[in-house]
């Protein structure tokens, strides 16, 4: 990845990403000002409204000017202007690094993470970065510095596709060492136990996060556009290999593909997850816009 | 029905049948490695593939495969016919017909000759033959004696058909098939083979695929059943027997038939008749039982001495199975036997011929024995002419007579035989002075010295000389164990003049020499022909050892009973070599003549005749220099088979099991009769071809689905 970089930064992919807005769904604590709006009232930023004082209410929030107006005590709220804090979860395992069309998925993973990673910090929100295989590769904590951009990538770059799947067991890791709620987007291929990753994901769920899942596949992944008999060896289980007749099996292949992310995407949506199957085949820009504007 | 191809040769092309499955284990073996993330999918897929999706790849290829048969089978242009009828379609045809023309033919059926059937199917077949077609028509018991032709004449054909005649012998269906497939190995639009048979078990008994060394199992082989198995009386004759040693004038002579029955049902008031040159001489009614054997004794004599003819029959109305065996005889004059006894006994049985004489004429009768010994003192040779004797023995004569001495050269020269005994009166001095110093010298030994050993001891026989004309009498086993059993106390050394020993002690003594002089012959015993010297008289072996030496005396003529030989077999006949070259007329039963030449083989002159395809008695005459036929003694009998009588059959699946990889069929004679279609497959099969093809197409296409 020496002209990663390049890449990541991609100008025909940041110039329309620069005109949206990412919007979190849930307002998540933070301190920042503007167009992320939190829920819990503050005092901090910006004032909202007035209310009558009632016993309990802290002294200091009292205002004494309306006070000596009114001669009413009333209390003053203030909107609370939150950083967003996003986890960037990218799958680094042996799987991720398959290619059918010249990009392998860990690549447009990359890119797909990288780009997210300037969103978010553009917007001066928080985004940290994680990369695992069936344990946590590298670990780059969120912030919202302007110049954290380069940090990221370079944990990026360091990073080179291997070992086993395990994003249940991960996802379940990571959520149990999150300290404060964010959002939190997983890029991979999910080839893993389906119920373990949505429960890993759940737990996100249940923490107060936002979660954002990006499926990524191959396109051979979803048509096995092979001919004649082969010997498929896995790439991440040594010794796993199974012949095939890939023209034999090409319709139930599918059609157990088909079952796999209609089972994600189902239960994702069941549990306020956003999922998007994303091939490595579809525009990066593309595949960003569509979703953000979907999200709204 | 029957299914065959114009074009066969296409055929060896099925084996591209085993294509399709030959390129999916191809495809098998040759795999491709691909790294792939999603290996638990594909897994997953594999386990849901159902049962018949599987079923639908095997169906597929199976339809590959059957396509590429039909392709091949469209290409042989098969023919589906029913019935017997030829083939009536698609290129020029060769059909060679295979007759059987053995004995069993004769009795397929009880109101028909199942040979007169054949001939008429075979004429059947060759006026279906078309223009351009050819044939040849090949009898069975003579399949070698070609060379055949497939000939394109069809009243040629005719022809070739009406010169087969039953034969006495059993079919070789081994060469006649063998000359079938080399007839037909010559390129022909369509080939076949039809073979019209009564399926004898016996002719198929010698059966065997490897003899026909090649053959083509492409080119159908179609075998026309004649006749039905039927109930018949079945029995013949199945050996003639001689018990009587020898054949003289006068001799009662002990014929014994050995009848067999092969049907299930007792033969009753069955009548065997003895021929003998013409007439019947006997007949006996015997009541053969189910399949068995009977033994039927007659007895013959004859009058004068010659060759004889005769045969034996068995006369049973509806009879089926040869009922005639021949035989011939060939009847010697009695030999005469001069016994010239030099110590001649008080009593009969202490003379010193007594044993001998019994050993030539055992029963003492006249016409009892083929011998007829004289007894005489030495002193009445000088009055007696030797002319009518054929051997003289002499036993323990003291001298010869100077008178004597002439006579027996002359008797010699003229061809006759002595056989000289010693015992302990001879004087060794008078023999070898006579007989063996002067010239010319008869004795074929100079006598050195007597040997006498007291008690039992003595020397044994050890030493026989088996192969000799002289001692082919005790030729059996059991008498040279009697003859080597022999103790021998007495006996005269020898010293021989180069001849070499016939018999000879455990010492290395000789006992009993040769010498030829002139034409004749004369035989030297060196010991006793009594029991004084040896107890060879009280042994087994003394008869026929007696016996043999004056027949080899007289010439070796003891006439001769011949039970024939069987039919096919070729007759060697030997004769003096001074014959080679000249030619021996045959007779046939026929009364056809043919000539064979006389060749020079082991010193003799042979002929070999190898027409014996007719039962019956075959004649032999050698012509003289000036062309005259001077009929010799020598008849022979040629008889068929025993086995050809019977009746049975081989079943049609044990023939199939034989003739397999070649493919028959096994037609009754009246489906020649009802005729037959024949229908060109190779439309149906390329309409069958194109389902196939399109079945496969839509199956293969879903199994990709």
């Not at chain 1, 503050?42 to 909202?48: A, I, T």
């Not at chain 1, 096995?224 to 290999?241: K, M, S, T, V």
């Not at chain 2, 078990?201 to 026309?224: A, N, R, V």
């Not at chain 2, 007289?554 to 030989?565: I, M, V």
């Amino acid at each position: 990845m020496a002209d990663g970089q390049q890449n990541y930064f991609d100008p025909l992919v940041l110039a329309r990403l620069s005109n949206l807005y990412l919007r979190a769904r849930w307002v998540v604590e933070g301190v920042i000002s503007g167009i992320h709006r939190s829920r819990a009232r503050g005092f901090s930023v910006e004032f909202e409204e007035h209310r009558e004082y009632s016993p309990g209410d802290e002294l200091r929030r009292v205002d004494w000017k309306a006070l000596g107006k009114f001669d009413r005590y009333f209390i003053k709220e203030y909107e609370d202007e939150t950083n967003l804090r996003a986890y960037l979860l990218l799958d680094s395992s042996a799987s991720m690094d398959y290619a059918s069309n010249g990009i392998t998925k860990f690549a447009y993973g990359c890119t797909l993470t990288a780009s997210l990673a300037y969103l978010i910090l553009k917007q001066q929100d928080a985004a940290g970065l994680v990369t695992f295989s069936n344990r946590v590769e590298s670990f780059v904590p969120p912030k919202a510095k302007r110049g954290y951009l380069m940090e990221m990538l370079r944990a990026l770059e360091a990073s080179r596709p291997s070992g086993e799947t395990k994003v249940g067991k991960i996802l379940y890791e990571i959520a149990g060492q999150m300290k404060r709620r964010g959002l939190v987007v997983l890029v991979s291929d999910l080839l893993d136990d389906p119920e373990e990753i949505l429960r890993g994901l759940r737990l996100f769920r249940l923490k107060g996060n936002d979660v954002i899942v990006f499926h990524l596949l191959d396109p051979a992944e979803l048509d096995l556009p092979f001919d004649g008999n082969i010997l498929f060896e896995d790439l991440e289980q040594a010794g796993l290999e199974v012949t095939a007749d890939p023209r034999a099996i090409r319709g139930i292949y599918r059609k157990v593909v088909e079952e796999f992310t209609q089972h994600l995407r189902s239960e994702c949506h069941g549990d306020s997850i956003d999922y998007q199957l994303l091939t490595t085949s579809t525009p990066l820009d593309h595949a960003l816009v569509s979703y953000l504007s979907w999200r709204g | 029905m029957s299914l065959f191809f114009l074009h066969p040769a296409y055929l060896y092309a099925l084996f591209a049948a085993s294509l399709p499955l030959l390129i999916h284990l191809l495809n098998r073996r040759r795999l491709k490695r691909v790294r792939f993330p999603a290996v638990r999918f594909i897994l997953l897929s594999q386990r849901r593939i159902s049962r018949s999706h599987r079923l639908r790849h095997w169906i597929v290829l199976a339809l590959r495969t059957f396509a590429v048969c039909l392709l091949v089978l469209l290409l042989s242009r098969p023919v589906f016919q029913t019935g017997a009828g030829l083939f009536a379609g698609g290129g020029p045809l060769s059909v060679v017909v295979l007759l059987d023309n053995s004995l069993s033919m004769k009795w397929s059926k009880e109101d028909e000759e199942g040979f007169v059937r054949a001939k008429e199917a075979t004429r059947r077949l060759f006026s279906s033959l078309r223009e351009g077609d050819r044939g040849a028509v090949i009898p069975t018991t003579h399949a070698g004696s070609g060379p055949w032709r497939l000939k394109a004449d069809r009243e040629v054909l005719i022809r070739d058909l009406e010169g087969i005649k039953i034969a006495g012998g059993t079919a070789d269906f081994s060469l006649a098939l063998k000359q079938a497939y080399a007839l037909l190995r010559e390129p022909a639009g369509q080939k076949e083979i039809w073979l019209i048979t009564d399926m004898g078990l016996t002719g198929w008994d010698g059966f065997s695929l490897s003899q026909l060394e090649q053959y083509d199992p492409l080119i159908p082989l179609k075998i026309l059943k004649v006749g039905e198995p039927s109930r018949l009386p079945n029995a013949t004759l199945k050996e003639i027997k001689f018990e009587s040693q020898g054949v003289g004038v006068g001799m009662p002579i002990h014929l014994q038939a050995q009848l067999v029955n092969f049907s299930d049902q007792e033969i009753k008031d069955l009548l065997v008749v003895l021929n003998l040159e013409g007439k019947n001489q006997e007949q006996k009614l015997v009541n053969l039982p189910a399949e068995a054997e009977l033994a039927v004794s007659f007895q013959l004599s004859l009058n004068r001495p010659g060759a004889y003819s005769g045969h034996l029959e068995l006369r049973k109305a509806g009879l089926a199975g040869n009922p005639t065996a021949y035989f011939t005889l060939e009847a010697q004059d009695k030999l005469r036997a001069l016994i010239v006894d030099g110590d001649p006994g008080i009593s009969l049985v202490q003379s010193e011929t007594f044993f001998l004489a019994r050993a030539l004429n055992p029963a003492g009768e006249k016409d009892s024995s083929l011998f007829l010994p004289t007894v005489v003192i030495p002193e009445a040779l000088n009055t007696i002419d030797f002319d009518p004797y054929q051997a003289l023995i002499f036993c323990n004569v003291p001298v010869i007579s100077d008178r004597l001495l002439p006579k027996l050269r002359d008797y010699l020269a003229r061809g006759g035989g002595i056989l000289f005994f010693v015992g302990d009166r001879v004087q060794m001095e008078d023999y070898n002075r006579k007989l063996f110093l002067s010239s010319p010298s008869i004795l074929p030994a100079r006598m050195s010295g007597k040997k006498e050993s007291a008690g039992a001891a003595g020397e044994t026989i050890d030493k026989l000389d088996a192969g000799h004309p002289a001692l082919q009498g005790i030729k059996e086993p059991i008498l040279q164990q009697s003859l080597r059993s022999t103790r021998v106390q007495g006996y005269l050394l020898t010293e021989p003049d180069g001849s070499s020993a016939l018999l000879s002690l455990s010492n290395g003594a000789p006992l009993l020499l040769e010498k030829k002089v002139g034409s004749g012959r004369v035989l030297f015993f060196a010991t006793a022909a009594d029991r004084d010297w040896s107890d060879l008289p009280l042994k087994t072996v003394y008869l026929p050892l007696v016996q043999s030496l004056a027949s080899y005396l007289a010439g070796g003529r003891r006439g001769t009973a011949d039970a024939g030989l069987p039919v096919g077999n070729s007759k060697t006949i030997s004769f003096p070599p001074s014959f080679v070259g000249r030619s021996l007329r045959v007779v046939r039963p026929d009364q056809t003549e043919t000539e064979v030449s006389l060749k020079a083989e082991g010193g003799k002159a042979i002929a070999v005749i190898t027409e014996n395809d007719l039962t019956g008695i075959y004649g032999l005459f050698l012509p003289d220099a000036a062309g005259g036929g001077v009929p010799t003694p020598q008849l022979y009998a040629v008889n068929s088979p025993f086995l050809e009588s019977r009746l049975k059959r081989i079943d049609d699946n044990g023939l199939r099991t034989k003739l397999s990889p070649i493919r028959a069929e096994i037609i009754p004679l009246k489906s020649l009769d009802e005729g037959g279609k024949s229908w060109d497959l190779s439309f149906s099969l390329l309409l069958l071809l194109m389902v196939t093809l399109a079945a496969e197409g839509w199956l293969a296409q879903r199994s990709n689905e």
